[in-house]
């Protein structure tokens, strides 16, 4: 039978289909060969033993697949062995049998230029022309010479293009005061992260918040198609730095597109997608809706800062981290009751004279009194509103939030005051809180500090106004109120009158003496002036007012050195609302009948003690102010203006002084050439008048003949017509001989 595989064998067995002593007989009988035959080359020795044999089988060689010589391997027979050598190039000697019998790589053979530099197993490639790169595909560098122009990556410009980042909110931003919220743990209404009190950057626009960052020009590490990974993570975090807002990942950019968060909050714009030798580069545009984050974490804007990462393609950049971090910043959301929240004054705007006398300073003219300079006044302002909300400061920065203005008063120091870091007054009610309300501030001690200024007029106001860094309040005044004011020092002296004081002015009252300013004006009834046919009388006393000589009644207003002479408030008293200052008493009342008559001056001109006793052989009048006829000198001829003149005292003549008969400058006559000392009548147009100047001029040259005057000369003004409005006198004395000729006063 034929003999089965001992498998099949076993699985017979086991099915029971060989159960038999005969059919088991038969199996071993033909399952076993008891005659072992060695093959080639093999040797089979046997042992028997009692316990039985044991066949060893060696091999004498040969046999198997006989050893075959292929391209560059040689085989020799070394006695019963093979022998088996590579034949080598002779002409290479990179693979080389080293010391040791060892086959081994030498390296590469460079040369330059002809010449052998050495054999290198490694390159290192230096320079800024050359760059040796992964290619990406196993065992294959790139090396390029010249080295390739890439972009720049991500927000650097180490390469061709300028890759840096810009935030378009930069020019924006403005340092401002930081208000504080509610809330900061929970972040009611923002958070601050510790800004609050402090000055740092911020910005304002109306609910976009739109923070747009964009690098200037391409940059290179994009992937070449979707089985890259470069990409671009942009991650918003909160005031505390640490948690995060907002976060959105682009996935693989490989081509133009925009990628956007799923509640479109994030959006990044991927433009301009081009090869770049062996990468690939792009311009990067990176949208941040801030109000949207802010209102999906129940905030009214707040402290923040966006973080962009690029993450470049791992095989054609070597997958490179490229970050740029925004400052942080608050936005300021601005809309306490509504957008934009503008700071607002809603009570009142206030002002009064200090509370103590020895504070308010005075002076007099004409019976007139005047604030001046140093005097102190009081201001309240009530009620300012949405000072806070949520910044604080002035015109996009951090200066002063409120401003007090009053020119009227001569106050030109205006209050400029930081709630916050006030340096004068008190904010009362105010902190730093974001939606402080009802704020007022105090201050009792604005000084008047403009010299050479004026204001009489009945409407004298205060200027106030809060700011926020976006938005200015409205101007609020204070009630209009009747104050005057003149801050002129003394500018008259021996040979000038400009009218700003009565320091030169004298009473004629039986004798010449000082001017007492402090007197309410003589009207009417006053007596001693010089009376002739002309000019019998009444008289009542000019009044100085504003840097002029005018008649009382005509007292005339001034809005803050804009003089007003068409407007008259002669009336000064006014019972209801009397005219500030009164320390000493209410002010004269100057428009009644006794003040609307003739109205005289009188004053001294004299030389320097240098010049006493040489006499003085005629002299000049310059005169500036309004005259009817357009001239002083018409003035003169028409007789509504006169001035007498009386000399100081004389080389010859008696007729001088107080008593002394004056000669005049008026009339329509002029010198005669006869000057006769003491005229015998006054007015006279031959005997009395000594005016040389005969056409219209605002200088009046007058003759002492041949009678010399001595020392200076008294002169007697009288407004005949209450339009003339004289301004200023200034006097010229002409020596009859030696030097100097002349001593003048100053300009008018």
């Known amino acids: 039978m034929a003999v089965l595989p001992k498998y099949q064998l076993k699985e017979l067995f086991e099915a029971g289909d060989l159960i038999t002593q005969s059919t088991l007989d038969n199996f071993i009988e033909a399952s076993y060969n008891p005659t072992l035959v060695a093959g080639s080359n093999v040797v089979l020795t046997k042992v028997s033993t009692p316990s039985g044999d044991t066949i060893t089988i060696s091999s004498t060689g040969g046999g198997g697949a006989p050893i075959i010589a292929g391209p560059g391997i040689e085989i020799t027979d070394v006695g019963s062995d093979k022998k088996i050598s590579i034949d080598l190039d002779a002409s290479q000697t990179n693979l080389i049998i080293n010391g040791s019998n060892k086959l081994t790589f030498a390296g590469t053979h460079v040369e330059q230029e002809g010449s052998a530099v050495g054999t290198y197993k490694t390159f290192n490639f230096v320079g800024v022309d050359v760059l040796a790169e ?24 180490d390469g061709t293009t300028n890759g840096i980042v810009s935030e378009t909110l930069e020019s924006s931003r403005k340092n401002v005061r930081i208000s504080s919220p509610t809330d900061e743990v929970s972040g009611t209404p923002f958070k601050t992260g510790g800004w609050a009190g402090f000055t740092r950057s911020a910005y304002n626009n ?48 490989y081509q133009d597109g925009t990628h956007t968060s799923s509640g479109n909050e994030i959006g990044i714009n991927i433009s301009q997608y081009a090869t770049d030798t062996s990468k690939n580069k792009a311009k990067v545009t990176v949208d941040v809706k801030m109000s949207s984050i802010f209102s999906n974490a129940g905030r009214s804007g707040g402290r923040y800062f966006v973080k962009v990462v690029m993450n470049t393609d791992t095989v054609s950049d070597g997958g490179g981290v490229y970050t740029y971090i925004q400052s942080d910043v608050f936005w300021d959301i601005n ?54 909300a949520n910044t604080q400061g002035r015109s996009l920065s951090d200066g002063y939030n409120f401003l007090a203005e009053g020119d009227d008063y001569g106050l030109d ?17 105010w902190d730093n809180l974001w939606d402080v309300q009802g704020i007022a501030f105090d201050y009792d001690e604005w000084e008047i500090t403009n010299s050479n200024y004026r204001f009489r007029n009945t409407d004298a106001k205060i200027e106030s106004q809060v700011f926020d860094p976006w938005n200015s309040g409205s101007v609020v ?140 052989s005629s002299f000049e009048l310059t005169f500036s102010g309004s005259y009817p006829g357009g001239s002083v000198y018409a003035s003169l001829v028409s007789n509504d203006l006169r001035i007498y003149v009386r000399k100081l005292a004389a080389t010859v003549s008696s007729n001088i002084g107080y008593n002394a008969i004056p000669h005049s400058l008026h009339n329509s006559g002029s010198f005669s050439g006869s000057y006769q000392d003491p005229p015998a009548v006054i007015d006279d147009n031959t005997q009395s008048q000594c005016r040389t100047t005969t056409s219209p001029s ?40 030696g030097s100097p000729a002349t001593e003048s006063g100053g300009s008018i």
């Open 698 to 737: 605002s200088v009046i040259a007058g003759s002492f003949g041949s009678s010399p005057a001595l020392n200076g000369f008294y002169i007697e003004v009288q407004i005949h017509n209450s339009n003339i409005r004289i301004d200023g006198i200034s006097a010229k004395i002409i020596f009859s001989s």
């Open 335 to 388: 809309d306490l009751g509504g957008y934009p929240s503008i700071p607002q004054i809603n009570g009142s705007v206030s002002i009064v004279e200090s509370s103590d006398l020895i504070k308010i300073k005075t002076k007099h003219l004409s019976g007139v009194e005047y604030y001046i300079e140093d005097s102190e006044f009081m201001i309240d302002v009530t009620n300012i509103d949405n000072l806070n």
């Open 134 to 157: 992964d290619s990406g595909t196993p065992g294959k560098v790139n090396v390029y010479v010249p080295r390739p122009t890439f972009a720049s990556h991500f927000n650097t410009t």
């Open 477 to 616: 005044s204070s009630p209009g109120k009747p104050i005057l004011v003149d801050t002129y020092g003394i500018t008259s002296n021996k040979l000038t009158e400009r009218f700003d004081d009565e320091n030169q002015r004298l009473e004629r009252t039986g004798s010449y003496t000082s001017f007492d300013s402090l007197l309410t004006l003589t009207g009417s009834g006053l007596t001693n002036q010089t009376i002739s046919t002309l000019t019998p009388g009444p008289f009542c006393q000019a009044a100085v007012v504003g840097g002029s000589l005018i008649r009382p009644d005509r007292f005339f207003a001034d809005n803050g050195d804009s003089p007003a002479y068409g407007t008259i408030i002669s009336d000064l008293s006014q019972a209801v609302n009397p005219y500030k200052p009164n320390k000493s008493g209410n002010n004269p009342n100057y428009s009644t009948a006794a003040y609307q008559v003739p109205a005289t001056f009188h004053r001294l001109f004299e030389v320097s003690p240098s010049n006493q006793n040489r006499p003085i």
């Open 413 to 429: 120091v205006p209050i400029q005051q930081k709630a916050w870091a006030n340096t004068i007054g008190n904010f009362i009610g």
């Open 206 to 253: 109306t609910t976009t918040a739109l923070n747009t960052f964009a690098t200037a020009q391409q940059v290179t590490g994009f992937s070449a198609d979707p089985t890259g990974d470069a990409n671009i993570e942009v991650t918003v975090y909160d005031a505390n730095g640490v948690d995060v807002l907002d976060q959105f990942n682009t996935g693989v950019l």
